[in-house]
């Protein structure tokens, strides 16, 4: 089963690979747009919980202080 | 609207509706991106090289889009002088960034097979390539001021100002004889496009749509813990 579902995806992605006579320029499209957004949303969503758990540490410390 | 910008509600709105878009825009992206690449033909003129046009018009309608998005709350800040709205506008631009990146990128590698060049100055590409440069500048204005109220002020303007720039994008394949093809989706008749075609590119614009409000609502979330920090230290060093 594992043997037939790597032939799938070999198949998919050769297929993929050389459709059209430009296909070269579909997967790059794809992988850089995919690739630039998943960075983007992983880069923005670190930034958001690195300041919240700094904040987050700083009020638990002033609440002991208190 | 006035009450959307008290920074706790927009908390509870957006911690409310965060699953919601994060979850259609992975739905977005995997049904997109499935219709794109397995379940939709060919072009008869473009070949296989169609199926860029599913990453590349979602991306430029998305650039020009999160601008106007910008100048709004730029002008909501100017006006009714809403710290939210100018922080709306500073999260939003990097967002814009990279959708007018990615329009640039995935439609020179669209316009080699097709026109031959991957860049030529017609109309429609110099002002979205001016509009990239919007974004750099606004980004940049508020990079170089340590003062946050005058940051906000200064690139509220060029926000504002840059807006004309996006009927010149919309119209320029109409005002001027350029090699890039007329309005096909967003025109009077109705887009201009096939259903099987139209399929795939309707759900990767409503997947981007989703990635954008996803992103827009961390880093604004983001921006507001920041400020937050700011404040504890300058009042911790008073």
Known sequence: ?66 | MHRFANPARFQTLANAILPWTFGLTILGFGLGLYYALFNSPPDYQQGESVRIMYVHVPAALMAEGVYVFMAVASAIFIIWKHPLAALAAKSAAPIGLVFTGLALITGSLWGKPMWGTFWVWDARLTSVLVLLFLYLGYIALWQAMDDATKAAKTSSILALVGVVNIPIIKFSVEWWNTLHQPASIVRLGGPTIDSSMLTPLFLMITAYAFFFTTVLIWRLQGELAQRKLEKIFREQSK
């Open chain 1, 1 to 66: 089963m594992i043997l037939g579902a790597k032939q799938m995806i070999l198949n998919v992605t050769m297929a993929l690979f050389t459709t059209g006579e430009y296909g070269e320029f579909i997967w790059p499209s794809y992988i850089i747009s995919i690739g630039a957004l998943a960075v983007l949303a992983v880069l923005s969503w670190r930034r958001k919980q690195t300041f919240e758990t700094r904040l987050k540490t700083l009020e638990t410390q002033g609440k002991k202080t208190k």
